[in-house]
């Protein structure tokens, strides 16, 4: 029996509810036959699409005058925890439920503490929201001042900051949960950032990268296994490219001469690589896999493994 943290990706989720939650019941299939063969599963999920989707609704809504005030950022991403959590939660209990397992899932609204100081708030690089043209994503920037960047070859994307995870301020909780047998749906779009203050936590407009939130979840929990699953089903050099190679498994010498040569996007598979690393140095197995394959690749079958 082991622990393991699984990091859903944002784009893996769908574009629509419909289409996530139909996504989240095919994944649910996996994560219960996890606990099934007599695992505790800890999930984390990525926020991109949907926080971005949220916020600019939200920014439409305000500026027409549909609703009062437009949405601060930090409540966008606990909406996004709520809105991915509730699809979780519903298809892991209805799973259980089908398999006749008297166990149950739990949503809980993270907060993940950030460096107020972090060099990442004067650099935006966390894609979020949906794919657009140049020409479309030029009238967006002009209209709303976002910033827009060209996301791994997928067309253009707002970004907002994404800075580094300090701790999850709701470790303690989760650990509770966990060792009360309960599946524990955390961490939701790498948490949302919170800074201290005066004494006290305050929300700041930030995308924490739910990849390193997961590692640092991982090591948290004292997990076995960090599981990242995506819309690929292994991570590879010379991606995109004619000679592109698909790769099984990577040690963390491999995987640093890998980065040095350019072969990971940043903001893409650059960050899930160097999450993986961090959970792999502390002597723990990463593994980048598909949401549609995940049963096989926690079996060795399918997936990128990344150890010491
Ligand atoms: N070297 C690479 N190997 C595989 N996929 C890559 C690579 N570089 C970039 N990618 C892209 O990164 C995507 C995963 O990142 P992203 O979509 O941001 O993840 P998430 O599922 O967490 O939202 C893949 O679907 C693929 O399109
Ligand atoms: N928060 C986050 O990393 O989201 P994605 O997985 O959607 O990029």
Redesign the pocket.
């Known amino acids: 029996m082991a622990k393991i943290v699984i990091a859903l ?4 989720l769908g574009k629509t509810a419909t289409e996530q939650l139909k996504l989240v019941k095919n994944a649910s299939k996996s994560i219960v036959d996890l606990v099934k063969a007599g695992n505790d599963v800890v999930i984390a999920h ?1 926020n ?1 699409p949907q926080v971005g989707m949220i916020n600019l609704a939200m920014s439409v809504a305000a500026a027409d005058g549909a609703i009062a005030a437009d949405m601060p950022f930090p409540e966008c991403g606990a909406m996004s925890q709520g809105y991915i959590g509730y699809h979780l939660q519903n298809s892991i209990d209805n799973e259980l439920k089908h398999q006749g397992i008297d166990r149950k899932a739990v949503t809980l609204i993270t907060q993940v503490l950030v460096d107020e100081k972090d060099p990442a708030f004067a650099h935006p690089t966390k ?1 979020i929201g949906a794919f657009y043209t140049k020409e479309e994503a030029e009238k967006i920037a002009a209209e709303k001042g976002y910033d827009m960047v060209e996301d ?1 070859g ?1 067309g253009y994307r707002q970004v907002v900051a994404s800075p580094k995870p300090i701790d999850v301020i709701e470790k303690a909780s989760i650990n509770e949960l966990v060792n009360a047998g309960k599946i524990v749906i955390t961490v939701g779009g790498g948490g949302i950032p919170v800074i201290k203050k005066d004494g006290n936590l305050v929300g700041v407009p930030a995308v924490i990268d ?2 390193f939130a997961s590692a640092k979840l991982a090591e948290l929990v004292d997990a076995d296994m960090l599981v990242i699953l ?3 089903d ?4 010379n ?1 995109g490219k004619p000679n592109e190679k698909h790769l099984d498994h990577m040690n963390l010498d491999e995987a640093k001469k890998y980065i040095e040569e350019g ?3 940043p ?3 650059l960050p ?1 690589v160097e999450a993986a690393m961090a959970f792999a140095k502390a002597g723990g197995k990463a593994l980048i896999a598909s949401l549609e394959n995940a049963g096989k690749a926690i079996n060795g079958a399918s997936g990128t493994l990344i150890e010491k």
Do not use: C, L, Q, W
């Open positions: 990706g944002g784009n893996a990525g991109g894609p791994a997928r739910k990849d995506t819309a690929v292994k991570v590879a050099i991606f072969h990971f996007a903001g893409s598979m899930k």
